[in-house]
């Protein structure tokens, strides 16, 4: 059984960091495409960043470009975000997903090309 857990969020002011952490169980995050995404309310679900399988190609959306980065740890079987100068539009659910079918050195930022996602993790930036 394949289980995601995120964890790291919590209130920061804004211009602080945090990082998340997706930690698997019955999947090896190195061998999937791993995305995070975030859903604020009355928001639709948005992909934030990607890591391939293979090589670790990743991807930004435009507005966290320069300001998060996405890696993984092969040995932890996690996957991590590291936010930095968090803004008042980053506040939101953070989740990760895995998807299930591999094409090497590609990932995607849609959520409907993942199979497998955790319950989130809250972010919260106020002054």
């Known amino acids: 059984q394949v289980q995601l857990v995120e964890s790291g969020g919590g209130l920061v002011q804004p211009g602080e960091s945090l990082t998340l952490a997706c930690r698997a169980s019955?999947?090896?995050?190195?061998?999937?495409?791993i995305g995070w995404f975030r859903q604020a309310p009355g928001k639709e679900r948005e992909g934030v960043s990607c890591?391939?399988?293979?090589?670790?190609?990743?991807l930004y959306t435009d507005s966290v470009k320069g300001r998060f980065a996405i890696s993984r740890d092969t040995a932890k079987n996690t996957v991590y975000l590291q936010m930095n100068n968090l803004i008042p539009e980053d506040p939101a659910v953070y989740f990760c997903?895995?998807?299930?079918?591999?094409?090497?050195?590609?990932?995607?930022?849609?959520?409907?090309?993942?199979?497998?996602w955790g319950r989130g993790t809250q972010v919260t930036v106020s002054s």
């Open positions: 890591i391939s399988s293979s090589l670790g190609s990743t």
């Open positions: 997903a895995a998807d299930q079918l591999v094409i090497p050195n590609l990932c995607a930022m849609k959520a409907y090309e993942y199979d497998y």
């Open positions: 019955g999947i090896t995050l190195e061998n999937h495409p």
